[in-house]
């Protein structure tokens, strides 16, 4: 049966309030504990690559799978600690970038689910639960579909399914997303531009945070890695048909001014799932884990522990 509705909380989730009052609230979460900065970056090989990866906390693995141009670097740090209290989290970079080497193989989300799982091996994690950002849920999708027995329950993030059954952002949203010209603080705030509403990002304070967590990342991500993924995402069939396929209890989590990946695309799968929830989150862009870190986290964490 499809839960798309409350149990012991709610799995339609809007987060009113935080949005509408002061457009932030507590949404950037300063006070909360953050990923501790001790954790250093470990190497494995898995396959024809060396992947870069870094682990918080302790217990049943819980492993993150970054989008589209992204490092591990970029995930929320509140988020990850919040995460990190309750799970093992393994983070690591995909293909091409940051810490880890392209490899000889093509640049496809196929090959990025096959990655994922030979990295899992490579750690010895014979099933985990799996959250999966923007072009991760692509690769979560795919890891699920190719490797099921690798996903104990899945958390897709920012998703759609692919193929002309999605619902895409404007023209004008992806060539901003896609314009790799300009320096990188350039290309940065072009891409900051796209992840949140620009309420919320007008105000100092979430600017200031945002280039705090944002401006961490100390990695290279080449062009032509960012080039090959979205050469990636375009020659992807997507998942539409397969889609009631996937056993893994799922929840899927949106922000209802998402522009990069509009949230009917939520709507869409949590119908074909089978075992699907929904998560909305009212105000929230596609970096809906910076402006609500701890109710994202929260989420993930009822969601992990319900029956």
Request: glycine content about 8%; overall charge positive; some cysteine.
């Amino acid at each position: 049966m499809k839960r798309t509705m409350a149990l012991s909380f709610v799995v339609i989730l809007v987060i009113a309030g935080l949005f509408a009052a002061g457009c932030g609230g507590k949404s950037t979460a300063s006070s909360a504990p953050t990923a501790p900065a001790t954790v250093t970056v470990k190497k494995v090989q898995a396959g024809d690559i060396q992947v870069g990866y870094k682990i918080y906390g302790k217990g049943y693995p819980l492993v993150l799978i970054m989008g589209y141009s992204g490092t591990m670097d970029i995930w929320d740090p509140n988020f990850v600690a919040a995460l990190a209290r309750k799970y093992k989290v393994v983070m690591f970079d995909n293909r091409g970038v940051g810490d880890t080497s392209a490899g000889t193989a093509q640049f496809t989300i196929p090959q990025f689910a096959d990655d994922t799982a030979a990295f899992m091996d490579a750690l010895g994690i014979k099933t985990a639960h799996v959250l999966g950002f923007s072009m991760g849920t692509y690769i979560a999708q795919e890891l699920v579909l190719r490797h099921p027995q690798k996903v104990n329950r899945l958390i897709l993030y920012a998703a759609d399914c692919g193929g002309p059954q999605t619902v895409p952002p404007t023209p004008q949203v992806m060539q901003q997303l896609t314009n790799t010209s300009g320096t990188p603080a350039e290309r940065g705030e072009r891409l900051t531009a796209l992840l949140f509403p620009p309420e919320w990002l007008a105000l100092k304070k979430n600017q200031a945070y945002i280039k705090a967590t944002l401006g961490k990342s100390t990695e290279p991500i080449p062009p032509e890695s960012v080039n090959k993924q979205t050469q990636a995402m375009a020659t992807w069939s997507g998942t539409y048909d397969q889609l009631p396929n996937i056993k893994s209890l799922t929840l899927l989590m949106t922000g209802t001014q998402d522009i990069l990946t509009p949230p009917q695309n939520s709507l869409i799968m949590v119908n074909r799932i089978p075992q699907a929830w929904l998560a909305q989150f009212r105000g929230g862009g596609h970096g809906l884990e910076f402006q609500f870190p701890q109710q994202a986290a929260n989420t993930v964490l009822n969601f992990l522990v319900a029956p």
